[in-house]
């Protein structure tokens, strides 16, 4: 699949008439709100973990040196922690472009932190998409990360944003946080 995933999203879901619709973030979607929302509630989903499989060509690294940034994998049991926001539909305009880089939406059941249920869209870029990278060791990952830069900044600042927003929903994720801590060691 190609990594530019824009066309392929704005036919994925059609909104007509609805006023808002909730959309899950579980990476940068926690720390950096460039977009406008009506309410923001913690949530999770169930199934699914948050790994650095990702490779970003155009917010973190580039073509010819991919940062790394999060995905979700697919493993039973799992409960990844995240921010629901509820959003106008046509935020997704601006979302669909700032998600491009293989990611494509999805339609997931999310529970809020005090028990509530709705479904809502996430991003997540399946192992098909160009840009994908997969698993590495979490030492490795972070020397990728310490070495990249993009268009939206350096990828280490992508990962302590989202370590310390993780820390915030009080969400030990061993992943994240073994990657920050060999970044902040250099070890
Ligand atoms: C997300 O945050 O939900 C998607 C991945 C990212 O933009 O970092």
């Known amino acids: 699949m190609t990594a530019n995933t824009i ?4 036919q994925r879901h059609r909104f007509d008439g609805r006023e808002s619709v909730w959309l899950f973030g579980y990476g940068s979607l926690i720390f950096k709100a460039d977009f406008p929302y009506l309410e923001r509630r913690p949530a999770s989903i169930e199934g699914w973990v948050r790994r650095f499989w990702q490779g970003s060509h155009d917010h973190r690294g580039t073509p010819d040196a991919p940062g790394r940034v999060v995905t979700l994998i697919e493993e039973a049991g799992a409960v990844c922690q995240g921010m629901a926001y509820r959003i106008a ?3 997704f305009d601006h979302l669909d472009v700032r998600e491009k880089n293989g990611y494509l939406r999805f339609m997931t059941p999310m529970t809020f932190a005090d028990g509530d249920q709705s479904d809502g869209l996430v991003y997540i870029a399946t192992p ?3 840009a ?3 698993p590495a060791d979490e030492r490795d990952i972070a020397l990728q990360i ?3 830069h993009g268009p939206s900044g350096p990828n280490d600042e992508y990962l302590l944003r989202l370590a310390d927003a993780l820390r915030e929903l009080a969400d030990i994720d061993p992943h994240v ?3 920050e801590r060999h970044l902040r060691t250099a070890d």
Do not use: K, M
């Not at 066309?7 to 704005?10: G, T, V």
């Open 146 to 148: 310490a070495a990249s």
């Open 177 to 179: 946080f073994a990657i």
């Open 89 to 91: 539909p046509e935020v």
């Open 128 to 130: 098909n998409n160009a």
């Open 132 to 134: 994908f990278l997969g």
């Open 7 to 10: 066309e392929i999203n704005r």
